[in-house]
């Protein structure tokens, strides 16, 4: 397979897909067991400051990735989960956002129910290690280290949500080893990526994440961006079977993609 014999992932492919993939970029949940979902878990951050908690809100909110991963149970099957470049931690906080809600009786009609997993984060930045232990507590368990070099040990999932770009092209080829070699065969990866072949979106993506880096404090980061089908041919030398591209950006303007694939 070549970089480019692969499938169209953008919002104007979308429209012309099959049931599955357009259920997959379904519209924004509404109703109290929606609100109550977010509210409960961005509320942690209130302690830690207005932008904590402000970015919580709105992120779990309007970003498509965190609704999919329990709507369609992204998940499913995966009792260990380690999640790199988590930021502030808020893959943790929306998972156990999700099972306190669910266990409360509120919970978004028609989805599945949620079930507990371990998760583990690594994240380079001192200070969105501290937000998130200031927010989740002990219980959280988040390393401060570079994906680079840092040990992954085990997992049955390993999620890294627009965080490749960040790192040189061959850092990325070692990273995505090193994490092939942190799942058993059948483990799951759940990659999002900007698609640099998405022209005017994917400019927005990238100059928003070099925004967000420098209003965080973190300076001015270059990023190294490929096209979907280069990630997938990538995933495949890697040591994953043939990617599932899911577009992941409805409802806001960037041209971001979730690679879901499983190691061989
Ligand atoms: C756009 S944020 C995404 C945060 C989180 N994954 C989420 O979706 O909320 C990218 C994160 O990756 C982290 N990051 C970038 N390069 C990294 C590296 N080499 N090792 C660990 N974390 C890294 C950044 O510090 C930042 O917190």
């Known amino acids: 397979m070549t970089a480019r014999d692969t499938v ?43 932008f904590a908690f402000g970015f919580a809100r709105g992120k779990l909110r309007l970003d498509p990735v965190f609704r999919a991963i329990l709507e369609q149970d992204l998940l499913e099957g995966c009792e260990s989960v380690l999640d790199l470049g988590c930021g502030q931690a808020l893959l943790a906080a929306w998972l156990q956002s999700a099972e306190r809600c669910h266990h409360s009786g509120l919970w978004p009609k028609g989805w599945p129910a949620p079930r507990a997993r371990a998760v583990r984060g690594i994240e380079l930045m ?33 999620i890294v949500l627009d965080v490749m770009h960040y790192m040189s092209r061959q850092s990325q080829v070692e990273t995505l080893r090193r994490i092939r070699a942190a799942l058993s065969a059948g483990g799951l990866l759940l990659m999002r990526v900007g698609d640099a072949d998405s022209g005017m979106r994917f400019h927005v993506t990238r100059w928003m994440d070099r925004l967000i880096m420098l209003v965080r404090g973190h300076g001015w980061f270059s990023t190294h961006c490929r096209p979907v089908p280069e990630w997938r041919a990538l995933l495949g030398e890697c040591g994953f079977d043939s990617s599932e591209p899911r577009w992941m950006s ?8 979730l690679l879901v694939a499983r190691a061989r």
């Open 8 to 50: 169209e992932v953008g919002p104007r492919a979308l429209r012309r897909a099959p049931a599955p993939a357009r259920a997959a970029a379904g519209p924004a949940a509404s109703g109290s067991a929606w609100n109550t979902l977010v509210a409960t878990a961005a509320e942690p951050y209130r302690k830690v400051g207005h």
């Open 126 to 158: 001192g200070r969105e290690v501290a937000r998130g232990r200031r927010a989740l507590g002990a219980a959280l368990n988040v390393l401060q280290g570079d994906i680079r070099s840092t040990e992954f040990g085990c997992a049955d999932a390993v």
């Open 250 to 257: 409805r409802g806001t303007p960037f041209a971001n993609v």
